[in-house]
T-cell receptor
């Protein structure tokens, strides 16, 4: 069965600093990978997704993620964080868009001014 | 596109009462998912449907929980009788097996059972 690990429960960065959130997945074949963001009291918004092709994917709000098969990772990055990026970030994996989406436990991002 | 629509946004009910949560998926999406989010357990998949047929309900915690999808544009999640430990945010999501888009989530229903 597929699984996702987000090793960092909580990360604090200064506004303007770069950000990398870690995600490791477990799945035998090539997975479909996603990053979602959730602001307090809100639903989940899709930041970006990887299905195939270029392993560096661009998303909304200036985020990008890189799929590394050798490391079973799909880390999320942003070169310069804004205070509005403070939220909870979830990595997720599935075997296909008609299959269940399995989420990691999330990483809470705090941004200091 | 109005997105995935869930109702109600908030529900407060007394223990033992029946609760029904509703979801309207995005038109054209043929898969629908019900998730529950709590602090302790994170995001858990309860059940999902493909083409209105339940595929995997292994995440439904107990017989008190049931879900239906009578047509492609509507689904319900029912809890009867409700218990305080059912308090959580319940999300509905939809996706299409025919397109490489993501899963779109609704805004959720915050359920409080007192």
């Amino acid at each position: 069965a597929q699984s996702v690990t987000q090793p960092d429960i909580h990360i604090t960065v200064s506004e303007g600093a770069s950000l990398e959130l870690r995600c490791n997945y477990s799945y035998g074949a090539t997975p479909y990978l996603f990053w979602y963001v959730q602001s307090p009291g809100q639903g989940l918004q899709l930041l970006l997704k990887y299905f195939s092709g270029d392993t560096l994917v661009q998303g909304i709000k200036g985020f990008e993620a890189e799929f590394k098969r050798s490391q079973s990772s799909f880390n999320l990055r942003k070169p310069s964080v804004h205070w509005s990026d403070a939220a909870e970030y979830f990595c997720a994996v599935t075997t296909g868009t008609a299959s269940k989406l399995t989420f990691g436990t999330g990483t809470r991002l705090q941004v200091t001014l | 596109d109005a997105g995935v629509i869930q109702s109600p946004r908030h529900e407060v009910t007394e223990m033992g009462q029946e609760v029904t949560l509703r979801c309207k998926p995005i038109s054209g999406h043929n898969s629908l998912f019900w998730y529950r989010q709590t602090m302790m357990r994170g995001l858990e998949l309860l059940i999902y449907f493909n083409n209105n047929v339940p595929i995997d309900d292994s995440g439904m915690p107990e017989d008190r929980f049931s879900a239906k999808m009578p047509n492609a544009s509507f689904s319900t999640l029912k809890i009867q009788p409700s218990e305080p430990r059912d308090s959580a945010v319940y999300f509905c999501a939809s996706s299409s097996s025919r397109r490489t888009g993501g899963y779109t989530f609704g805004s959720g229903t915050r359920l409080t059972v007192v």
